[in-house]
T-cell receptor, first 114, second 112 residues
Framework: GAVVSQHPSWVICKSGTSVKIECRSL??????MFWYRQFPKQSLMLMAT?????????EQGVEKDKFLINHASLTLSTLTVTSAHPEDSSFYIC??????????FGDGTRLSIL | EDKVVQSPLSLVVHEGDTVTLNCSYE??????LLWYKQEKKAPTFLFML????IEKKSGRLSSILDKKELFSILNITATQTGDSAVYLC????????????FGGGTRLMVKP
């Protein structure tokens, strides 16, 4: 149980492109989903917290117009990196949880902007 | 601001050794402490600890929490090469969204 699917797993695209990453909870309905960013050999940094049907809560320093989060249902959240540039290249990971259970993570999306 | 510090930063052992990983924390309105294992992809859940002094065990892995001294340890006995990974400790406070604050991780390498 508690499977979180993230898609795509790897994206390479040109500078200026917008990229959408999907996060789905496959066998449970997630009350909250989280988006993290991880640089090489560093720990996970929370970008935003997302509750179904409401606006995401962004962490300090994260541009909400740059990283658009949509949480349309209890099983799907999307992160769109708008007008991506090379400095946006990173490993993006989502997680999902229901009530007070542990967060379960997707497999991550490696984003490379050329 | 919530803070999680893990030690050591990295560790190299041989198969069969026992290792202890440390996690100390400062958090407002503590709710839980979690341990995750991260190999090449995203973290996989190991343990969730909410009460002091109660050991959680799963095979060769065990963990315990001390809420008075604000730390937790993760023990791995009879290590195997498959235990090589980054082990992440995270704490959850009772703030908005019940977010997790992660430590920097301990990189464990188990040599044959």
């Amino acid at each position: 149980g508690a499977v979180v699917s993230q898609h795509p797993s790897w994206v390479i695209c040109k500078s200026g492109t917008s990229v959408k990453i999907e996060c789905r909870s496959l066998d449970f309905q997630a009350t909250t989903m989280f988006w993290y960013r991880q640089f090489p050999k560093q720990s996970l940094m929370l970008m935003a917290t997302s509750n179904e049907g409401s606006k995401a809560t962004y962490e300090q320093g994260v541009e909400k117009d740059k990283f658009l989060i949509n949480h349309a249902s209890l099983t799907l959240s999307t992160l769109t990196v708008t007008s991506a540039h090379p400095e946006d290249s990173s490993f993006y990971i989502c997680s999902a949880r229901v009530n007070n259970q542990p967060q379960h993570f997707g497999d991550g999306t490696r984003l490379s902007i050329l | 601001e919530d803070k999680v510090v893990q030690s050591p930063l990295s560790l190299v052992v041989h198969e069969g050794d026992t290792v202890t990983l440390n996690c100390s924390y400062e958090v407002t309105n503590f709710r839980s402490l979690l341990w995750y294992k991260q190999e090449k992809k995203a973290p996989t859940f190991l343990f969730m600890l909410t009460s002091s002094g109660i050991e959680k065990k799963s095979g060769r892995l065990s963990s315990i929490l001390d809420k008075k001294e604000l730390f937790s340890i993760l023990n791995i006995t009879a290590t195997q090469t498959g235990d090589s990974a980054v082990y992440l400790c995270a704490v959850e406070g009772a703030g908005a969204g019940n977010m997790l604050t992660f430590g920097g991780g301990t990189r464990l390498m188990v040599k044959p």
